[in-house]
């Protein structure tokens, strides 16, 4: 018959022989194992503590990179490729439309090909497809176009006679006449826009 002592304050362990009074000293192993397995439990919660940290910024980072990919556009505006386009419906001049869309990021909208200008189009058509500011202008040399974001005018769409230069026209106006065509007009008047700007 064996009995278990622990000798208090001192962390030695033996095993009593009930029988033959004989001790045996046991604890060494144990000890020496003890103080391993705490240290092994610790660096086991550190790595889990550190692998749940990585899960949740990989988790939120995934989750950024697929609303950027959604929308691409802030909230209101319509992408087409790399750009995004608001129509504002408040009339203004030219010159305030353009300061309305740079305090969004933005100038007024370019237009490069047929297909963007029916992108354009169709944010205007829900509004009736009124006559609407787009970012072309002559203002700095009669007859040069310019875009307002520095992009190359290499694109137009002009209705026939147009652009005329009537009473100093020198902003370009979208959806004239029954082709909803493009026409140079005097830059103060009051007109809603079209906003444009990089994704
Ligand atoms: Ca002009
Ligand atoms: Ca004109």
Same mark, same amino acid.
């Given at each position: 018959? +064996?009995?278990?002592?622990?000798?208090?304050?001192? &962390?030695?362990?033996?095993?009593?022989?009930?029988?033959?009074?004989?001790?045996?000293? %046991?604890?060494?192993?144990?000890?020496?194992?003890?103080?391993?397995?705490?240290?092994?439990?610790?660096? %086991?919660?550190?790595?889990?503590?550190?692998? #749940?940290?990585?899960?949740?910024?990989?988790?939120?980072?995934?989750?950024?990179? %697929?609303?950027?990919?959604?929308?691409? #556009?802030?909230?209101? +505006?319509?992408?087409?490729?790399?750009?995004?386009? =608001?129509?504002?419906?408040?009339?203004?001049?030219?010159?305030?439309?353009?300061?309305? #869309?740079?305090?969004? &990021?933005?100038?007024?909208?370019?237009?490069?090909?047929?297909?963007?200008?029916?992108?354009?189009?169709?944010?205007?058509?829900?509004?009736?497809?009124?006559?609407?500011?787009?970012?072309?202008?002559?203002?700095?040399?009669?007859?040069?176009? =310019?875009?307002?974001?520095?992009?190359?005018?290499?694109?137009?769409?002009? #209705?026939?006679?147009?652009?005329?230069? &009537?009473?100093?026209?020198?902003?370009?106006?979208?959806?004239?006449?029954?082709?909803?065509?493009?026409?140079?007009?005097?830059?103060?008047?009051? %007109?809603?826009?079209?906003?444009?700007?990089?994704?």
């Amino acid at each position: 018959m +064996w009995s278990v002592h622990e000798y208090i304050n001192t &962390g030695v362990r033996a095993v009593h022989n009930l029988h033959t009074g004989r001790l045996k000293l %046991l604890a060494d192993t144990e000890k020496r194992e003890r103080p391993s397995i705490k240290r092994d439990t610790m660096k %086991l919660l550190v790595v889990s503590a550190l692998l #749940c940290g990585l899960m949740v910024l990989t988790t939120a980072a995934s989750k950024r990179h %697929l609303v950027k990919r959604s929308t691409g #556009c802030p909230f209101g +505006w319509t992408r087409n490729s790399d750009r995004c386009f =608001l129509f504002v419906p408040t009339a203004m001049s030219w010159a305030r439309a353009e300061r309305n #869309c740079l305090s969004m &990021g933005a100038n007024l909208a370019s237009v490069h090909s047929s297909s963007e200008y029916k992108t354009i189009q169709s944010l205007t058509a829900p509004h009736g497809n009124p006559k609407t500011w787009i970012g072309g202008t002559d203002a700095p040399q009669e007859g040069i176009w =310019l875009w307002s974001d520095g992009s190359s005018f290499h694109y137009s769409y002009w #209705c026939p006679e147009e652009p005329t230069n &009537g009473q100093n026209q020198h902003c370009i106006q979208m959806n004239y006449g029954d082709s909803k065509c493009w026409d140079d007009m005097g830059c103060d008047r009051h %007109l809603p826009s079209v906003c444009a700007k990089k994704v």
